[in-house]
């Protein structure tokens, strides 16, 4: 008879050792989601503002036709910024009417997840082409080949100087750096 008593306490304690264990994880898991949540919308948030401060330059230089260097701070490194050749633009960015190109700063490559986009009825490129080999990159070639993405400049710096110019009718961002 003791020994069932004993049984059950220790059953008990079991039960709940493991809804405590199931509760615990479930908290963190929830924790996780937040934070994950709070640096995303931090992320897009500077993303929003560099974007912008790019934008407002590039609307001077439309009009003046001068140079201008700023200084660019991604949201973190593994960002891109790219504009779009063949008004490939990303879905549901870039769509008014007169809108001939789109910039657009992703979190990855092909921008269709985190990304601040805005749309030019001029012509504005990204001055760069970045290339990826077979090994070890986010892309894979076909038989060994390169990768080549014009008007991509993958951002792997925490800090750029970028270089606007209004060049054969057309504003071009380069880095100074």
Known sequence: MNDKKGFL????????????????????????KVYNLFVEDNELKKASLQLEKISDTIKIIQSTGETAIIDFFPPRKGWFLR???????????????????????????????????????????????TVYSTEGNIAVGIGGQELRYPEVLELTNNAYEL?????DGMIKIRTNN
Do not use: A, H, W
Request: glycine share 6%; with cysteine; hydrophobic share 40%.
């Open 9 to 32: 306490l220790l059953g008990d304690f079991t039960v709940k050792l493991v809804i405590s264990l199931i509760v615990l994880v479930i908290l963190i898991y929830l924790g996780y």
């Open 83 to 129: 504009t779009f050749p063949d008004y490939d633009f990303p879905e549901g960015e870039c769509n008014e009417n007169n809108i001939i190109s789109c910039l657009c700063l992703c979190s990855e490559l092909i921008c269709q997840e985190t990304r601040k986009c805005e749309g030019y009825p001029f012509n504005v490129k990204v001055d760069k082409i």
């Open 163 to 167: 270089k606007i110019i209004k060049e």
